[in-house]
């Protein structure tokens, strides 16, 4: 009877240097971002959502772009019934190696093993927030029976008053810049009609019939 090993337990020196070109040419073509893990407050388990969610670290790593034309892919600029609207999306790749030491030594991550779907990622070269919406960890699939990078599929990052305190100040801007919440900057302006005031005021201009209340008929 022959054993037959599981690929993933067997490391030799063959994957070893694999995996040390794999993160050199990463660090040499790719672009510098940083990955900003979610930390989960109070998750609603029906739609898989959490509004309160908090952003609160952001790490450096490098991360390459897999687009063919090395730009962003999607729909781009789109007018929509609520505006001008900008599309984008991206796949990039990442050392396991390197966000290990970057990243996951941190525990920081909804799932601490791999970069998790819902983390952000921001783009300084851009200045642009994307969103993780989905981690291929099999991809490509077993190069000399091993695994060596992360990649994920990210899109342009659509705030809903999410708390972002990272202290990288060009990150944490986009909780003013981008809130959807009522309170912020709630200041009712001063000659508002829909004040108790202002409607007591024009009721008393107003005649009131009680015998006719939809006036002349």
């Known amino acids: 009877m022959t054993l037959r090993l599981n690929p993933s337990s067997v490391w030799n020196a063959e994957n070893t240097l694999l995996e040390s070109l794999i993160s050199e040419s990463i660090a040499i073509w790719g672009q510098d971002f940083f990955y900003i893990p979610r930390t989960l407050v109070s998750k609603d388990n029906v739609v898989g959502e959490d509004r309160l969610s908090q952003f609160k670290h952001a790490y450096p790593i490098v991360c390459y772009m897999e687009n063919s034309d090395g730009g962003f892919a999607g729909a781009g600029a789109m007018a929509s019934k609520f505006g001008l609207t900008l599309d984008q ?4 790749s990442v050392s396991r190696k390197e966000w290990s030491k970057a990243v996951g030594r941190f525990g920081a991550s909804i799932l601490p093993n791999r970069p998790s779907e819902g983390d952000l990622i921001y783009f300084p070269m851009t200045t642009s927030l994307f969103e ?3 981690v291929q960890h099999q991809t490509p699939f077993y190069q000399a029976g091993q695994l060596y990078v992360y990649r994920m599929n990210v899109e342009l990052f659509r ?17 003013s810049l981008k809130s959807e919440d009522v309170s912020v900057n709630a200041t ?4 508002s009609g829909a004040t108790n005031a202002t409607l007591k005021t024009k009721k008393a201009d107003q005649f009131w019939n009680p015998g006719n209340p939809f006036g002349s008929l």
């Open 89 to 92: 999306t991206a796949e990039l």
């Open 159 to 175: 705030y809903s008053s999410e708390h972002i305190t990272t202290g990288v100040e060009e990150i944490d801007v986009f909780e």
């Open 188 to 191: 009712p302006p001063s000659d």
């Open 132 to 134: 993780i919406t989905f």
